[in-house]
């Protein structure tokens, strides 16, 4: 009987286990498994294993993937889709700029609860077998992963059809993420379609239908090695000889050579040097001379990447893919300070995100490693061949490059992406381009700062794909809020961050990337108290921690109105009680 895994197009109405059952009847063998459910009322790519191929499932099913899911907002029924029956009619008034900020807050590492429906057990019991019973129990929130969702369109009328595309990793229900999309809008939703479109480097377009696989049968197999194409070899040294990849049964493997998971000669990388971050991201800083990427080739992409905003994602999208194609891992080449800091002082921007917070979200996409190019005198005075040669290709062994159509480089700039892909080729590496995104308007940096200059939060959260975020140590102040039974946090903002034009906004507030706690925040002087510094104080709702001394994280969500001076205290807190109200709205 072959091995291998085939690629198939599940019909709606059909479980995994029914498609599974199918094909083992179609293909005459009793060893076939899949890599992750698909619901019932889902379509789309169903990965199966053959043979052999099912040992290597659990490779697959932790890859990213791609779904493109359409939802009706304001209408919530008990299963969180079209099959259940309707709990609640309420209409939603929303523009697609709303469900794209909304959306925003959910990228990234994310709780989630599964829902009533879900395959998760409970004390030895399905919740799906549960919830057939008219019982529902209380569910833990488990730890998921968005790469990015895309909002494509919003319909008009009082009960809108939302569709988009997530991308994410394993254990993500996405009707729960759409409910909870329209609940930060305050409303309710549930999913009317559901197509998985991608697992890692597998696309549906590659996929079977059940009436192909009848008809052509075991032809239709991939091999061990091109399903998991993109996943690298082990290098095997003389110590390590036992008990790896198969040779669990204490047979010695042969001293020196290398066991592979997949058929492409590359070694996986896990030299000595640099620090981690994030999600196991290495992250080189300091002389460039002395980085050790380790041997063979790597894709890198080059840019500030101040933000990481959905032109940068766009451009470490196609880095990623590149990188899966050609079984490469994936680098990325950044610069602290920003380069006008050392080139023109007086020009040099406010940064949309801190040095840690750009690595955190560079991170979180899913990238290799990171090298933190200190821009500074000398570096400016390089020649575009010094940069390419001794850095690129040198230090940091590229394979391919890719980058911004407006990609410059060198002293002055002088370089441009056609020098590149010419020295380039005589290096031995390729470069891609990426197209801008945004078409006549362009997404960059420089157009979210002067969204956020002046306090449109919402059109920064959209260019970004999340809330706009500030981070600072929460300091003591003046204790007014507390005197008058609004206690705030004030989060003292590192000059040179770029903060929202003075107001007051709904606001998540949190320690860390997977805490959120809403608040609203007053960004200003306080001019009821006659101050003059500019502060960023944030009232967390239903919160009463001690947080002096730790870091606190303030994502921008809506602007709520300017700041302004009252009459006197009263005046102040019957507003501040309009404020609150408001933003619980928009964030409940």
């Known amino acids: 009987m072959p091995d291998g895994f085939l690629l198939v197009d599940k019909p709606g109405g059909w479980t995994s286990h029914d498609v599974v059952a199918r094909c083992r009847t179609l293909l005459g063998s009793s060893r076939i498994g899949h890599a992750g459910t698909l619901d019932p009322m889902a379509t789309g790519l169903l990965i199966l294993g053959v043979g052999r191929a099912t040992r290597l499932?659990?490779?697959?099913?932790?890859?990213?993937?791609?779904?493109?899911?359409?939802?009706?907002?304001?209408?919530?029924?008990?299963?969180?889709?079209?099959?259940?029956?309707?709990?609640?009619?309420?209409?939603?008034d929303v523009t697609p700029i709303e469900v794209a900020a909304a959306a925003a807050r959910f990228v990234g590492r994310i709780m989630q609860v599964p829902p009533m429906v879900s395959a998760k057990r409970v004390e030895g019991r399905r919740l799906y077998d549960l919830a057939r019973q008219g019982i529902e129990v209380e569910r833990a929130a488990v730890p998921i992963l968005i790469h990015e969702i895309a909002v494509d369109e919003v319909s008009p009328g009082p009960y809108p059809e939302v569709s988009f595309r997530v991308s994410c990793g394993s254990g993500t229900y996405i009707r729960t993420l759409a409910d909870d999309i329209a609940a930060a809008l305050g409303g309710r939703a549930h999913l009317v379609s559901l197509r998985r479109i991608?697992?890692?480097?597998?696309?549906?377009?590659?996929?079977?239908?059940?009436?192909?696989?009848?008809?052509?049968?075991?032809?239709?197999?991939?091999?061990?090695?091109?399903?998991?194409?993109?996943?690298?070899?082990?290098?095997?040294?003389?110590?390590?000889?036992?008990?790896?990849?198969?040779?669990?049964?204490?047979?010695?493997?042969?001293?020196?050579r290398s066991i592979r998971r997949v058929a492409r000669r590359v070694q996986l990388r896990r030299p000595p040097g640099g620090t981690r971050g994030g999600a196991g991201m290495r992250v080189f800083r300091g002389e460039t001379a002395r980085w050790d990427p380790g041997p063979g080739p790597s894709a890198l992409a080059v840019g500030v990447f101040d933000g990481v905003h959905v032109g940068h994602r766009h451009v470490l999208a196609a880095l990623r893919e590149r990188a899966e194609d050609l079984g490469f891992p994936t680098g990325v080449v950044t610069f602290d300070p920003h380069p006008l800091a050392v080139v023109a002082p007086e020009r040099v921007p406010l940064m949309l995100t801190s040095i840690d917070h750009r690595l955190e979200l560079i991170s979180d996409i899913g990238v290799d490693v990171a090298a933190v190019v200190a821009f500074d005198d000398d570096l400016r005075?390089?020649?575009?061949?010094?940069?390419?040669?001794?850095?690129?290709?040198?230090?940091?062994?590229?394979?391919?490059?890719?980058?911004?159509?407006?990609?410059?480089?060198?002293?002055?700039?002088?370089?441009?992406?056609?020098?590149?892909?010419?020295?380039?080729?005589?290096l031995g590496f390729a470069t891609e381009v990426v197209p801008l995104v945004g078409g006549d308007a362009p997404v960059s940096s420089t157009r979210i700062r002067a969204m956020i200059a002046e306090g449109d939060v919402v059109g920064a959260a959209q260019a970004l794909a999340r809330p706009h975020e500030v981070r600072g140590p929460v300091v003591v102040g003046d204790g007014r809020g507390k005197t008058i039974g609004v206690p705030t946090a004030n989060v003292a903002v590192p000059p040179g961050i770029a903060v929202p034009r003075r107001g007051v906004y709904a606001v998540w507030c949190g320690r860390s990337a997977?805490?959120?706690?809403?608040?609203?925040?007053?960004?200003?002087?306080?001019?009821?108290?006659?101050?003059?510094?500019?502060?960023?104080?944030?009232?967390?709702?239903?919160?009463?921690?001690?947080?002096?001394?730790?870091?606190?994280?303030?994502?921008?969500?809506?602007?709520?109105?300017?700041?302004?001076k009252f009459a006197g205290v009263e005046e102040l807190v019957g507003q501040i009680g309009e404020d609150v109200a408001r933003a619980h709205a928009l964030l409940a």
Do not use: C
């Open 381 to 426: 005075m390089w020649s575009p061949a010094a940069f390419v040669t001794d850095l690129l290709a040198g230090s940091l062994h590229a394979g391919i490059v890719v980058v911004g159509e407006d990609f410059r480089f060198g002293k002055d700039r002088t370089g441009h992406v056609g020098l590149l892909r010419e020295m380039g080729t005589g």
């Open 198 to 256: 991608a697992i890692g480097i597998h696309d549906v377009v590659d996929a079977h239908s059940l009436e192909d696989i009848e008809r052509d049968g075991l032809a239709l197999l991939l091999s061990s090695s091109a399903g998991l194409g993109d996943l690298p070899a082990v290098s095997v040294g003389p110590d390590s000889d036992r008990g790896l990849a198969g040779h669990g049964r204490g047979r010695p493997v042969p001293r020196g």
């Open 57 to 92: 499932l659990r490779f697959v099913q932790d890859a990213a993937k791609t779904y493109h899911a359409t939802a009706l907002f304001g209408i919530a029924t008990d299963t969180l889709d079209a099959d259940g029956a309707i709990l609640s009619r309420e209409p939603m």
């Open 514 to 564: 997977s805490e959120a706690v809403p608040g609203v925040a007053n960004v200003g002087v306080r001019p009821t108290f006659g101050g003059a510094a500019e502060t960023v104080e944030a009232h967390l709702f239903g919160f009463d921690e001690d947080l002096y001394g730790m870091e606190l994280r303030v994502r921008f969500v809506a602007r709520i109105r300017d700041e302004r």
